[in-house]
């Protein structure tokens, strides 16, 4: 009984086993051909990849300028106490301006007034957008904005966080194959290949590595192709060569036509050289330069301020504005008295209270120069009642942008739609559900 048992089921053994050995082959088929339609579809995305970087240069975004002009930003509450203070200066479409200062001097402040995110305090002055007085948040599709704090998802790998982003605001009518270029570009920018398919990981689930962390915080901003781009410290925490990498991945995107500005610390000299225009802030939010790199250095010799050797230009220059150093210049231009050097340098007007400051720079008898009579004319445009009608004027400019920010809806600018908030809500679900 049992031999005929064990017979039988050698018997259904051997019949089957063909059966089993064809589907295996058909399977493995599949695979093959699977696979080879997978490498066919990433050659022909490389061509094409190739062809988008060939004609980088040609394909350009719609470009954002950004002027601002005696931007102050100052803290609601008790003591007002001025956070920003008469920046005025320009930002370009296709250059990368560096925003440096000690801490504290209001870097991250003023990109946010910029970006239109500063919150919890009164800005006054003017920002212009392409030379018209529009609301920053009219281009806001077109603004990427990385903070310093990380906005990816750690439970997502870094394919997932880039796609998500990409999906939710990239042009709704755009093509998925063109999708996938902005998706891979990115990835191959900015050097994540090798981890793509790594979860990013949380506090308490280890994933990527913090730099490459810091570049995926990039990328979601990246992805969706901004023509103003700003970032706050996105190099802080890499080394050095991760830096140039992240530099010549915003180099790319300069072609482009995009306007980048970012807050940088501590650059070396070689990162440094790769900006085009540098804002320098002093404590209290106030301008010590904007404007070329190639310039900072001879405006400073200028003031008899000299770098001595072998130390790195920007690391003198934070030193100098901390109060680190001591200066001892022949001009004898104080640390304090930069801020009003170059307001008269630029000719801007010298806010009344600095006016001490300035006059102390100039010995008496000298005050019928350039310099000084900007001074007087300061004085002469900030009489009391110009200041009052100033101050009544610029809240009732605070006043009417913060109603009209919230409870109106701002015209869009930007020129692009993105998928609908329920298509929004779509990919939030799929994304809640891969977690
Ligand atoms: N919303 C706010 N409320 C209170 N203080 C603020 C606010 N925003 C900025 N500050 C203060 O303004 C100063 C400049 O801040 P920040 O712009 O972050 O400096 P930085 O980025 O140059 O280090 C800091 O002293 C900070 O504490
Ligand atoms: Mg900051």
Not at 100 to 129: E, V
Not at 181 to 203: F, K, Y
Not at 346 to 356: E, I, L, Q, R
């Amino acid at each position: 009984m049992l031999i005929a048992a064990i017979f039988t089921i050698f018997l259904i053994i051997y019949n089957c086993s063909d059966q089993v050995l064809t589907i295996r082959e058909r399977r493995r088929a599949k695979y093959r051909e699977a696979a080879s339609r997978r490498a066919k579809e990433r050659v022909k995305a490389d061509e094409r990849t190739t062809t988008m970087a060939v004609n980088a240069e040609t394909r350009r975004r719609p470009t954002i300028e950004v002027s601002f002009q005696d931007l102050t930003v100052t803290l609601k509450g008790k003591g007002r106490r001025h956070i920003l203070r008469c920046v005025t200066g320009k930002m370009m479409p296709g250059r990368i301006t560096a925003v440096m200062g000690p801490s504290g001097a209001g870097k991250t402040t003023f990109l946010s007034a910029l970006a239109g995110k500063a919150h919890g305090c009164k800005i006054i002055g003017s920002i212009l957008i392409n030379g018209k007085p529009d609301s920053i948040h009219s281009y806001k599709r077109i603004i990427g904005f990385v903070p310093q704090d990380d906005i990816v998802h750690g439970n997502l790998t870094v394919e997932e966080n880039l796609w998500f982003s990409a999906n939710c605001r990239l042009p709704a009518n755009m093509l998925k194959q063109d999708r996938v270029l902005v998706v891979e570009r990115v990835i191959e920018c900015l050097g994540l290949q090798t981890v793509r398919n790594l979860l990013v990981g949380t506090v308490e689930k280890r994933g990527i590595s913090g730099g490459q962390r810091k570049r995926v915080n990039v990328g979601l901003e990246m992805v969706m192709e901004p023509s103003l781009f700003i970032l706050d410290e996105p190099t802080s925490g890499l080394d050095s060569s991760s830096s140039q990498l992240l530099l010549r991945a915003l180099r790319r995107e300069n072609l482009q036509g995009v306007n980048v500005s970012m807050v940088v610390h501590q650059p070396s000299y070689l990162l440094f050289q790769m900006f085009d225009d540098l804002v320098l802030l002093a404590k209290g939010g106030l301008t010590v330069y904007h404007g070329s790199v190639r310039e900072v250095e001879e405006y400073f010799s200028g003031l008899g301020i000299n770098i001595p050797d072998r130390v790195n230009p920007p690391d003198y220059f934070i030193n100098v504005l901390e109060g680190m150093i001591k200066l001892n210049t022949s001009s004898g231009v104080t640390c304090e008295q930069l801020p009003v050097r170059w307001m008269l340098h630029k000719g801007y007007h010298v806010p009344p209270d600095m006016h001490a400051n300035a006059a102390a720079m100039f010995p008496e008898g000298q005050l019928s120069t350039n310099e000084p009579n900007d001074i007087k004319d300061a004085t002469k445009d900030h009489s009391f009642i110009g200041e009052i009608w100033e101050y009544v004027k610029s809240n009732v400019k605070v006043r009417s942008d913060v109603i009209r920010h919230n409870f109106l809806r701002t015209k869009d600018l930007s020129n692009r739609s993105t998928p609908g908030i329920l298509v929004q809500y779509r990919y939030f679900l799929g994304r809640y559900i891969s977690c």
